[in-house]
Nanobody, 125 residues
Framework: QVQLVESGGGLVQAGGSLRLSCAAS????????MAWFRQAPGTEREFLAA????????YYADSVKGRFAISRDNAKNTVYLQMNSLKPEDTAVYYC??????????????????WGQGTQVTVSA
């Protein structure tokens, strides 16, 4: 079965950086889009970024464009989210996702994806 395991979260000062990792297993990794979402307390789940299987197509939400960068290493079955210039409003649980249908998952059909357990990112003012 598909398993996704996030790591790299933690506490960071505003303006700092973190690099999240998501290790995948149970799939032919390079065939699939991978994506990152986050969810802060009291908010809906928010799409952040997605990358195609070969890295040719990348999409970012406006809220993180220019600050976050998604990448993947298919030899390691791992997708990354480099987060720079972090703000307190970036505080959330960050989730790795393997969408079976990227369009529907971004539109809110979260059951159309596999999900990791999440990793907490806290940005202090």
């Amino acid at each position: 079965q598909v398993q996704l395991v996030e790591s790299g979260g933690g506490l960071v000062q505003a303006g700092g950086s973190l690099r999240l990792s998501c290790a995948a297993s149970g799939l032919t990794f390079s065939r699939y889009f991978m994506a990152w979402f986050r969810q802060a307390p009291g908010t809906e789940r928010e799409f952040l970024a997605a990358i195609s299987g070969t890295g040719e197509n990348i999409y970012y939400a406006d809220s993180v464009k220019g600050r976050f960068a998604i990448s993947r290493d298919n030899a390691k079955n791992t997708v990354y989210l480099q987060m720079n210039s972090l703000k307190p409003e970036d505080t959330a649980v960050y989730y790795c996702s393997l969408p079976r249908n990227l369009r529907t998952v971004v539109g809110g059909q979260y059951e159309d994806a596999y999900w990791g357990q999440g990793t907490q990112v806290t940005v202090s003012a």
